[in-house]
């Protein structure tokens, strides 16, 4: 936290001088960026947040805006900008970060902007789930996790150790399949770890998820499990986590626990 404000200076600068900041802004969307252009209104435009890096500017915030006003008004229309000097690329995403709280963000941007901001726990999770081999992002491959709040919710509840199980078993039952780190069954095989810390053995955890089948035809019975209970489908994977578990387990099986106190959970 800083206890003075950023200085800035305000600027018109020709939009062809302007390009959108490699690391820290949302992924650029079509959609959006076609609607601000079909309706677009230079008294409503505000102002771009622009960095200076190497004589180059940089917009941090606004690259929608920046690509409507082009197709609008041409890459040699001069638009309002707010330059911040020299500032380091992590007080820049804490800058977005804030500038966001009223903004409509996706998860996934929020989550790798506080990661270039040194937030935590968004920043040691990273770490972990690249010390996994595994990385954060919203590409369909095998690998990549887009579920970061499942991720930030599991390391919340156990720390470290908890999320680092909770993706092994993920990663050693459904090796090579994209919906292996879905956000609702790695909450599901984390609450399962963290209640029965001691008590369940990873390996044969893993085994037993594999040989029941695909992750999505997992959390397709769990779905229907919970339209038929009535209760959250995170709630009916966790059973299916247990049952699939316990299955030839007699003396050494975990106890279901009670739907009150996984509700309250």
Known sequence: MTAQFTKTRHAFLPARDLRPHPLVQREFDGVRARSIRDRFDP???GTLAVSTEAGAYFVWDGQHRLWA???VLGPDQKLPC????NIPVARLADLFLGRSDTKSVRTIDKFKIAVLARRMPETRVAEIVEELGMSVGNSYK???IRAPKALVSIF???GEPLLRRTLRVARDAWSGDIDAFDGTILRAVGRVLHQFTSEINDSDLAN???KHGTPGRMLGAARDHAKAMSIHVERAAIERVINIYNKGRRSRAVAEPSR???AAA
Request: no cysteine; aromatic share 10%.
């Open 82 to 85: 707010e330059i911040y000097e």
């Open 142 to 144: 095998v690998g990549v």
């Open 156 to 158: 919340a509840l156990g």
């Open 208 to 210: 037993k998820l594999a």
């Open 260 to 262: 009150a106190s996984s």
């Open 43 to 45: 008294d409503k435009f």
């Open 69 to 71: 006003a082009i197709e």
